[in-house]
């Protein structure tokens, strides 16, 4: 499905502006905003980079304000995109909701404070039957991959698609290649309110209580909001995304996601060197949770440890897919730094080890007695 083109040389670039300069290359011309740390510097990026490259950025004077200038952009068919962190994004659900409801592509993103917004990327908080398609990277690379994908899902399903990020992806610097990556061939935007149609009776219109051309109402709200909810149930089936390493031969299963992932993944190495049979699954996608993935990783395992920077929030779907819920332990927790704008000292890798070789031992220790 994804090929690229040649690839350029490799650039060192702060996280939010590789984010940003994808999104450039996955064709976004239309980008809204109201600065938020950590989210502000990939808002700083776009208002310089999209007015050299024929696109309009705007500082909007409140989250709610930039949501609805995203979804009316995107109702024109430009490839258009909004963000802020947890708490700006509290302010847009009804924006995310209706463009999912009356089947407008836009992109989200999330360069949230910490790992407590799990429930608002896969639960929402706006009305009506709909989700949001959302991916996790785990570092910078790939967050530059999940942007232009996320741009390609968004047009291919005509809904509102989602970039959890943290502080660490948007403030680190790294070495990344970007380069535009080729999908799919995406259906004809015949949809689109592009002026084309007015006079000519063929004119159209975006409505969450109807769809189709202004002289014909078409479904009416009821069917609808039923093509809407089937369409939501497919995507559900073909979107789920996930890794994992070393399930077949585990006794111990560590599930995280995002930048937590990384450090699990570093963490797991030294055990397996150490002889511990150990290892890891990763949901990339939040929404659709790759349910049946970690069924099947799951399978044989005698523990399955959740690790999260929130009060146990993925854990509810691990709970849900897993196949033994007996097994289930959760080893993450709340840890803020005191600034409030960043992780606490649990996302560190001598800490990580500890908490699963606690609960190692305090589980064999059950067992035996």
């Keep these: 499905m994804n090929t690229a083109v040649a690839k350029p040389s490799m650039q060192l670039l702060e996280g939010a502006t590789a984010i940003a300069e994808s999104a450039i290359l996955a064709g976004c011309r239309f980008f809204a905003g109201y600065p938020i740390s950590p989210f502000t510097p990939l808002l700083e990026h776009m208002s310089r980079a999209l007015p050299e490259n024929g696109g309009v950025c705007i500082n909007a004077e409140s ?5 609805n200038m995203a979804l009316g952009a995107g109702a024109t068919g430009a ?7 947890g708490q700006g994004l509290a302010l847009m659900q009804e924006t995310i909701a209706e463009a999912a409801l009356n089947e407008t592509p836009m992109v989200v993103f999330n360069l949230a404070r910490n790992q407590q917004d799990y429930f608002q990327a896969t639960r929402g908080g706006g009305w009506g039957d709909y989700r949001t398609i959302a ?9 530059v991959e999940h942007t232009q994908l996320l741009f390609h899902l ?6 509102p698609t989602l970039l959890y990020g943290d502080p660490l992806l948007a403030q680190t610097r790294v070495g990344v290649h970007l380069r535009r990556i080729e999908f799919d061939e995406l259906p004809p935007q015949d949809w689109a309110l592009d002026g084309t149609g007015g006079g000519t009776g063929e004119s159209r219109q975006i409505w969450t209580w109807a769809m189709g051309k202004a002289t014909n109402p078409g479904l009416g709200p009821d069917g609808h909001w039923q093509q809407v909810a089937a369409k939501f149930d497919r995507i559900a089936e073909l979107e789920q995304r996930s890794e994992q390493r070393y399930a077949e031969d585990a006794d111990t299963l560590v599930v995280s996601f995002g930048s937590a992932a990384k450090f699990i993944e570093h963490v797991v190495e030294e055990l397996r060197a150490e002889g511990h049979r150990i290892g890891w699954f990763r949901p990339i996608s939040l929404w659709p949770f790759p349910g049946p993935a970690l069924a099947g990783a799951t399978a044989g395992i005698k523990r399955v440890l959740v690790f999260e920077l929130n009060a146990g929030q993925m854990l ?7 196949r033994d819920r007996d097994a289930i332990r959760f080893i993450g927790g709340v840890s803020i730094h005191e600034s409030g704008l960043s992780y606490g000292p649990l996302l560190d890798a001598p800490e990580i080890r500890a908490r699963i070789l606690a609960a190692i031992a305090e589980d064999s220790t059950r067992s035996t007695s």
């Design 63 to 67: 989250e709610i304000e930039g949501a």
């Design 154 to 159: 968004s047009r291919r399903y005509r809904a």
């Design 135 to 143: 991916l996790a990277p785990k570092d910078i690379p790939e967050a």
């Design 316 to 322: 509810e779907d691990v709970r849900q897919y897993a």
């Design 79 to 85: 490839m258009a995109a909004t963000g802020s962190c």
